[in-house]
């Protein structure tokens, strides 16, 4: 029998969204970074506390659409910006008291369900992904790079066990015909030696192509670098991740800015580095069975968050020497 969609499961839900308000305080004022605009679920809940202004930003260019429906209420205190938030440092923030800066690195239904991004193995569209400001595509991606390129990207992307004969088989078809989305789902499926009936069969290869398509490693480790600076003392850095590479990431660079490193007693006696920042929580944060009940989607959401120790933009990390391995997969881009 075919499922019946609700008409609620098409609303957006920010995922979080109490928890979210308790660790930024809100009630008490001041300036919040909204990093990924989407729906514009967290800026409306913040900017319903007086005495806030958001500053949110978007790569995607749909989300204007949204953003001038809470300008119009919120004139004074709410100001959209169409960037990356990688770009989060061409920001003129000289005077603005930054009290709290959020990611969340989920999609919403609607770009999922958008048949001109094409992010979904169910879309009818053209194999896409850009999710704006993009320099090539999926279908650019999957035509072009060469078959050790396209393995690396499923493997260390989308941690897919199958990705050496998929990239094969992917190479191996091209040659006589362009790759679409349902032609990308049709060989990874029949790539596929054990079928896993929990996920869909191209789950992992399409959340490789966006990560690749839309440069999320960078972009998150940039954002990260580049939030750390401009956040004020006491301010809060909070991200909602829903993959396990994003967390590995954010999970690295909120514990190695935030303690001290064990160091032998043998050793000869070092100047104790600073921490950049206070752990609250050493575990993520996860969504209620209620929550998960009402939003299925929110079930793999992680919210980390840290707390700045002092006013400084000098900021030490080796973040970037941590995820090379990454960066190097992303940069197979520069062929395109």
Excluded: W
Excluded at 308 to 331: G, M, P, Q
Aim: contains cysteine.
């Amino acid at each position: 029998m075919k499922a019946t969609i609700k008409p609620e499961s098409t609303k957006h839900y920010p995922v979080l969204l109490s928890e979210l308000i308790s660790i930024i305080s809100p009630q008490y004022g001041g300036t919040f970074i909204d990093c990924t605009f989407g729906q514009g679920g967290y800026s409306k809940r913040i900017l319903e506390f007086p005495n806030t202004e958001v500053i949110a930003l978007d790569r995607d260019i749909k989300s204007l659409t949204k953003a001038e429906l809470l300008k119009k209420q919120f004139e004074d205190r709410f100001l959209f910006k169409n960037i990356k938030f990688s770009q989060l440092d061409n920001l003129k923030l000289k005077n603005e008291n930054i009290k709290g800066i959020i990611f969340d690195l989920g999609y919403s239904y609607n770009q999922i369900k958008d048949p001109k991004k094409g992010l979904s193995f169910d879309s009818k569209g053209e194999l896409n992904m850009k999710m704006g400001i993009n320099k090539f595509s999926a279908k650019e991606t999957i035509n072009t790079l060469e078959e050790g390129e396209l393995n690396k990207i499923f493997k260390f992307f989308g941690e897919e066990k199958e990705s050496k004969i998929i990239a094969r088989n992917i190479v191996q078809d091209r040659k006589t015909t362009k790759i679409t989305t349902k032609e990308l789902v049709r060989i990874i499926e029949s790539s596929k030696r054990k079928k896993n009936y929990k996920i869909h069969s191209a789950t992992k290869v399409f959340q490789a192509l966006r990560i690749f398509v839309n440069q999320e490693i960078s972009e998150l480790i940039y954002g990260l670098i580049n939030a750390a600076k401009i956040v004020k003392k006491d301010g809060i850095i909070a991200v909602v991740t829903f993959h396990s590479l994003e967390d590995k990431i954010v999970k690295y660079f909120f514990k190695s800015l935030s303690e001290n490193k064990s160091v032998s007693r043998y050793m000869p006696k070092q100047e104790e580095k600073k921490n950049f920042f206070n752990l609250i929580k050493k575990k993520s944060i996860q969504p209620s069975e209620k929550e998960i009940r009402e939003n299925i989607p929110s079930r793999s959401a992680k919210l980390r968050y840290v707390v700045k120790l002092e006013d400084t933009h000098d900021i030490e990390t080796d973040i970037l020497d941590k995820f090379k391995h990454l960066i190097e997969v992303e940069n197979f881009s520069k062929k395109l």
